[in-house]
């Protein structure tokens, strides 16, 4: 079953917030296990705070040692395994690069995500190297505008473009994705009277969660060309 991976080497660049939105609504329709194998445990944070949705389980990683046998244990429960990876390289981030079927780098509009996410690319390719495989990975702008763009983040945009794969879907700067880590659950379990804009924010997420499963078809196809 895919193993997709969020990895960035700068925090705060929208990764658990991605792996959360994905993660809920792939969930809405099949089996869904979240790997979080960041120290600073976000999403173990948050799946704590509100029911999850049925179909969605969240594990905290037991680190590096276990990390290889937990992805192999969440394949065969789920259809999807995500994993939220830590901001810095390690052991750990190469082992479940190593097992991804797509890598998902964050990125905001700004010059210091925009090198993290070049950073990040370099890192996944040379782990392909290693591993004698292409590493499919995605660049996601996350915490964007909805308005027109300014010259900077054009040429931010221009930037990544030139480095690598940059996903049509955005996460835009939206009340209801942020205020998922304080309330927890997904989307839509938020409710309309404390959060506005959840319409908006659903049909967003389901644009990127398509994009996705067209790029994990895109992959296999590949593969197997």
Do not use: C
Not at 85 to 114: C, H, K
């Amino acid at each position: 079953m895919p193993v997709i991976s969020f990895a960035t080497s700068k925090g705060g660049a929208g990764k658990t917030t991605s792996a959360i939105i994905l993660g809920t609504e792939l969930a809405e329709a099949t089996d869904v296990i979240i790997i979080d194998a960041d120290p600073a445990k976000r999403l173990t944070r948050w799946s704590t705070l509100a029911p999850l949705p049925t179909r969605l389980q969240v594990i905290t990683s037991n680190g590096e040692r276990a990390i290889q046998d937990e992805i192999a244990t969440a394949q065969r429960q789920a259809a999807f395994v995500l994993i939220d990876l830590e901001g810095s390289a390690s052991r750990l981030t190469s082992f479940a690069i190593a097992e991804s079927d797509l890598v998902i780098i964050p990125s905001g509009e700004e010059q210091q995500d925009a090198d993290a996410a070049i950073d990040t690319l370099a890192e996944i390719e040379m782990e392909g190297r290693a591993r004698r495989r292409t590493i499919p990975a995605v660049i996601l702008f996350a915490r964007t505008s909805a308005a027109v763009k300014s010259k900077l983040e054009k040429h931010i945009h221009g930037e990544l473009t030139k480095a690598g794969r940059v996903m049509e879907a955005e996460l835009h700067r939206r009340t209801a994705f942020s205020s998922l880590h304080n309330a927890g659950g997904g989307l839509r379990q938020l409710d309309p009277g404390d959060v506005n804009g959840i319409d908006k924010a659903i049909l967003n997420a389901v644009a990127y969660t398509s994009e996705i499963i067209d790029l994990l078809e895109e992959a296999r196809n590949a593969q197997t060309a």
